[in-house]
């Protein structure tokens, strides 16, 4: 049987979401007393008795131009700083671009290479890194390394005031679809239209763990990484091609990560830093980035949206444009989808699509919590709402006189799309029938009171991945694959599995990831974790049941000599006769007796392309908000979110309804808070700590509900699952835009919506 | 940060010694703001005086019925004392409306009025700016400004200063005692803080080698009528883009006293005499309210991002007057 039909069964002990022991059930992290005592280890947390050094990254202050002198002597002359890299003293690395590209590199331009050339391309360009005994002491020492410049007092920076150097990118990750139909003429000839541009600026990741690599020298001169990653096979194969190192010379370790959300699909500075300073120096070397470093690399980038719509006066869309300039840096070309599900969420045979770049001088954006999807969506849904209001059509019943059964974008059927159910069990939660027509009608004291609803959609894709497997005479069971656990529940969501699919317990589970030497792994991201790590757990303890079976049936009076594999259940760490289950082996018995003390299985689970690729494969969901509008001071409090998604088969209800509430909180963080200002004179970032760059906080979320739809999903992947990583923010910000209009009577389509847009 | 030592003293004249004994020495207390601006780079003090072990750690009535605050109680402390709850009601909602518990469990008093701007450009040592570096010019004025002054700005400097508890301090009209060089001596609270005017640098009138020992709130009785509203950009955990300390005396509709302090618009609590008496006298009403929130605002200047607070403060100055006055029930 080829892997490729292997994969394609369906397992019959994971029935839908309540028929497992495990699966669809609400279990708590299986690292969760490891987390809240404190022990587990983030990469700065990795130590050695003595001896270890530490590197500060000394940042630009200037954002363009070239580096005329370095001095380093009084940093030198501290004792116990041990040496200052530069662009003088760094050795000659690898030459061609290739080498610094990794799994998440955009596909066009030259990644950046820190300390290798004296140029500064963008503000807070690591220049130097200062090694010292102790951090203290390099942090010292960095104030002390002085640097001269040649200032290019020229910037492009701002989006909007370099608009005219748009241009479209030499290659798209997601290339945009050709106009279908003439928009333009449709536009036209609607009787209803809405023209509009939407804004949102730049925003950064900034996970609670700042950016860390701790690099452990051994005495066979190899490397033992720990470094703060969303794919340790990404940091390491970036590592070894840069510094011409072999698999067994550099290991990359990542067990916990103190949140990712994209920022840790490329790798950082800080990890190519600590490697350059320890195989320099044959010493181990630990260098973490702070707050305001964490501001100097990647972000979502700025973006703006002009979108058309036009309807007929019984509200079906006739004309969707939308024409979006967002912007990347000066030495790579970051794209992302964000006008594609503008031609894919709704009914419409006219669309024109365009995404166009500017170069700026900042670092090249990075993919951050559904990169694109957040951007596309959040501008599409309020203009679907302003057209419905228009129509005079309450928002939802719009939405679904429009609904698209099929994926216009790529003529396909979707493998499955309950976004009518989302609709209709969100509203149904959310009390939407009792909305007042009337924007600005529903006052309660001093506060205007807004009911908002949008979509939400984000991909459904399985990608390959290995997974090995263990199982041992005493019982127990280790899977393990290289991927991450970046606070989503990896490390639970596969011990589930494992366990269901074997039929043992899970506290006999033992689910390992997060290092290099573990079988291949994606990098975490893009909602695929679940499908693609999920569906090679199973696999791989589908063929230890085969090959468990296949011993158990050797076994001089086994019960199973003249049965097939389809005649038994494997429960309760046994193999049991179906037809009478008091005719059983236990897993141990069958190792013991066959004189094994384990048994291994390794597979490489690919997804069922040929099926999948005739079907659109996505995640969907139905936000509705309350907001209340202070009418004086314009303070806008969410004191409602009723979050409806369809995602397939829920492993876990626990782990998944919090990836949702986290999705959600972004959302709002998204629509009312974040916003990484600029200063245009010195194209630099200037609120670059977490008391000026706000996030909401525990009194800014109130009640957030969540809603799991029933789908089944048989082409997705063997699970049936689709991510939810990325799905519970978008559409949040739409729909508090939407919920804000419907308060005031005011339509607010930049981000953030702050105070000072509704005096 | 750069290197420095470090003393523990446990009365004030060992502290004031100590300041003679190096280049840059710094007075700590609860050091939330001092520690961060060193991690900063912005203060570098080459020797800190830790003064938290100093005899200022009490709250006691005054002989003259007012209350005495120590400089060295914490912002918590003072916020849930039962004497400040029952008598300066106006001071507890104010320091509660700042910061997070946590802060308020170490930050002081004294520290309380020390805080310095946060002003993105003082904050990052990449960037010109008066206060941090007289001379180097004022990079908020045609920079980012969205949290910056509107009032009593220079041309070198749009700073605030960020507390909350001070706006209170000011409506109440506190007095802080000071001991230092030259023996002690008091200061009202009008008077403590500044206009950055030419010389930003200085956010206070203290003298070298003062210390801030305690602060006296007067009798005045304004525990009927108060308000502090903050409007700031989160629920919490956020310094105030304006703020509001109303306090009135009325007697039958009539106010007899009126107390208006505003925060976040200034390089200093923003009081005006002249606007508090033409409340005085009046009828409760909001008309009164609207011309007092104008007058009080007029002259305020916007530098683009910031703007929108000339407005925004009317509006705040008048639901805050009216929810002190009691017409309508407070949020």
């Not at chain 1, 599900?341 to 090249?364: E, I, K, R």
């Amino acid at each position: 049987m080829s892997l490729l039909q292997k994969v394609g069964v369906s397992a019959e002990n994971l029935e839908p979401n309540d028929g497992g022991k495990y699966i669809g059930k609400p279990i708590s992290r299986v690292d969760g007393r490891t987390k809240v005592t404190g022990n587990a280890k983030y990469a700065a947390e990795f130590n050695m008795r003595t001896g270890i050094l530490h590197g500060y990254v000394v940042s630009s202050p200037i954002t363009k131009g070239k580096i005329t002198a370095v001095n380093t002597r009084q940093a030198l002359s501290q004792k116990g700083v041990v040496t200052v890299f530069t662009h003088l003293n760094v050795p000659g690395l690898a030459w061609f671009d290739r080498s610094y590209r990794d799994q998440d590199a955009p596909p066009g331009g030259s990644p950046f290479r820190p300390l290798q050339g004296d140029e500064i391309l963008f503000s807070q360009q690591p220049i130097a890194l200062v090694v010292a005994e102790t951090f203290e002491l390099a942090r010292y020492a960095a104030t002390l390394v002085h640097f001269e410049y040649e200032v290019k007092e020229e910037l492009s920076v701002g989006l909007e005031q370099n608009l005219d150097k748009a241009k479209k990118p030499e290659k798209h990750r997601f290339p945009v679809p050709k106009p279908r139909g003439d928009a333009e003429k449709a536009l036209k000839e609607s009787a209803i239209t809405v023209e509009e541009d939407y804004y949102h600026g730049y925003e950064h990741h900034n996970p609670m763990e700042m950016f860390a690599s701790t690099v452990i020298y051994g005495d066979d001169d190899r490397l033992t990484i720990y470094d703060k990653t969303q794919g340790v096979l990404n940091s390491q194969s970036y590592i070894k091609s840069v510094f011409g190192l072999s698999d067994n010379e550099a290991r990359v370790i990542s067990p916990f990560m103190g949140g990712g959300f994209g920022s840790g699909l490329r790798p950082q500075y800080q990890l190519y830093m600590a490697v350059l300073a320890s195989l320099e120096l044959k010493r181990s070397v630990k260098v973490v980035l702070t707050r305001q470093q964490m501001f100097s690399f990647g972000h979502r980038p700025a973006t703006l949206q002009k979108i058309s719509l036009g309807a007929s006066a019984d509200g079906k869309l006739q004309a969707i444009i939308n024409k979006c300039v967002s912007e990347t840096s000066t030495f790579e070309e970051y794209t992302e989808n964000i006008v594609n599900w503008s031609g894919q969420m709704y009914q419409c045979d006219n669309v024109t699509l365009d995404h166009q770049l500017v170069p700026l001088d900042l670092y090249t954006p990075l993919d951050m919590r559904a990169p694109g999807g957040v951007t596309g969506m959040y501008a599409l849904e309020i203009a679907i709402d302003e057209l419905a209001v228009k129509v005079g059509i309450d928002p939802l019943e719009f939405r679904l006189i429009n609904y698209a059964e099929k994926d216009q974008n790529l003529d396909k059927p979707f493998s499955s799309k309950e976004l009518r159910e989302c609709y209709r069990q969100g509203a149904e939660r959310f009390g939407w029938s009792k909305r007042n027509p009337k924007a600005g009608a529903t006052v309660e004291g001093n506060n205007l009171v807004g009911w908002g609803v949008a979509t939400g959609c984000w991909e459904a894709n399985q990608m390959p991945s290995r997974a090995k497997a263990m199982l041992s005479a005493d019982g127990k069971l280790t899977v393990g694959c290289a991927t991450a656990d970046i606070g989503t529940g990896t490390y639970t969501v596969m011990t589930q599995i494992a366990a269901e699919v074997l039929g043992v317990v899970m506290e006999d589970v033992l689910f390992k990831l997060g290092d290099s030497v573990l079988p291949m792994s994606p990098l975490q991201g893009g909602s695929w974790t679940m499908a693609t790590v999920g569906s090679a757990v199973k696999l791989v303890c589908d063929e230890l049941k085969g090959k468990l079976f296949k011993l158990a049936k050797k076994l001089e009076n086994s019960p199973f000599s003249n049965v097939k594999e389809e005649d038994v259940i494997f429960s309760d760490s046994r193999i049991q006769l179906k037809a009478d289950t008091q005719k059983y082996l236990t897993f141990s018995e069958v190792l013991q007796k066959s004189e094994v003390n384990y048994l291994e299985a390794d597979t490489t689970s690919l997804p069922n392309m040929l099926e999948q690729n005739k079907y659109s494969r996505f995640t969907h969901s139905a936000v509705f908000v309350e907001v209340k509008v202070d009418k004086d001071l314009g303070t806008v409090h969410v004191t409602r979110v009723v979050d409806a998604v369809a995602a397939g088969r829920i492993i876990n209800t626990k782990t998944a309804r919090s990836q949702i509430l986290g999705g959600v909180v972004w959302g709002i963080s998204m629509a009312l808070h974040e916003d990484t200002v600029m200063d245009n004179n010195f194209g630099r970032f200037m609120n670059h700590n977490l008391a000026e760059y706000h996030v909401p906080v525990n009194a800014d979320i109130k009640d957030i509900d969540v809603i799991f739809v029933e789908e089944h999903d048989d082409i997705v992947n063997p699970l049936g699952v689709k991510g939810l990583g990325e799905i519970g923010i978008v559409g949040v910000a739409a729909a508090v835009s939407n919920a804000i209009y419907h308060a005031t009577g005011k339509r607010l389509r930049n981000l953030p919506m702050q105070l000072d847009q509704l005096l | 940060m750069n290197k420095f030592t470090f003393i523990s003293v446990d009365n004030p004249d060992a502290a004031i010694a100590e300041l003679d004994e190096h280049d840059s020495p710094k007075f700590i207390a609860g050091g939330t703001n001092l520690l961060d601006l060193m991690k900063e780079n912005v203060e570098r003090p080459d020797h800190l005086i830790d003064i938290t072990h100093l005899a200022f750690n009490t709250i006691e009535n005054n002989a003259d019925g007012g209350l005495r605050l120590g400089a060295l109680v914490t912002n918590a402390d003072t916020a849930w004392n039962v004497e400040v709850e029952k008598r300066y009601p106006l001071l507890s909602q104010a320091i509660l409306a700042g910061a997070s518990p946590q802060l308020r469990n170490m930050a002081t008093n004294g520290g309380n009025l020390m805080q310095r701007t946060r002003c993105y450009y003082f904050y990052d040592t990449a960037t010109p700016c008066n206060k941090r570096e007289p001379g180097s010019g004022c990079s908020a004025i045609g920079g980012y400004n969205r949290i910056l002054a509107i009032l009593g700005t220079s041309e070198h400097c749009i700073a605030t200063h960020p507390s909350d508890m001070c706006v209170a301090l000011a409506a109440l009209g506190a007095i802080v005692n000071i001991t230092g060089k030259n023996g002690e001596r008091s200061i009202p609270f009008a008077d403590f803080h500044r206009l950055p005017g030419d010389r930003p640098e200085l956010d206070n009138t203290l003298e070298a080698g003062d210390i801030v020992t305690s602060i006296d709130l007067p009798a005045e009785d304004f525990t009927t009528h108060y308000k502090y509203l903050k409007v700031r950009d989160r629920a919490s955990y956020a310094f105030a883009l304006v703020s509001v300390a109303a306090a009135l005396k009325i007697e039958n509709g009539k106010i007899l006293e009126a107390r208006l302090a505003l925060g976040g618009v200034a390089h200093k609590p923003w009081r005006s005499l002249e606007v508090e008496n033409m409340l005085a006298g009046s009828a409760v009403g909001k008309e009164v309210f609207q011309k007092a929130a104008d007058a009080i605002l007029e002259g305020a200047k916007g530098y683009g991002d910031n703007t929108f607070k000339i407005e925004l403060a009317k509006r705040a100055i008048v639901r805050a007057l009216t929810e002190a006055a009691g017409l309508e029930e407070q949020a």
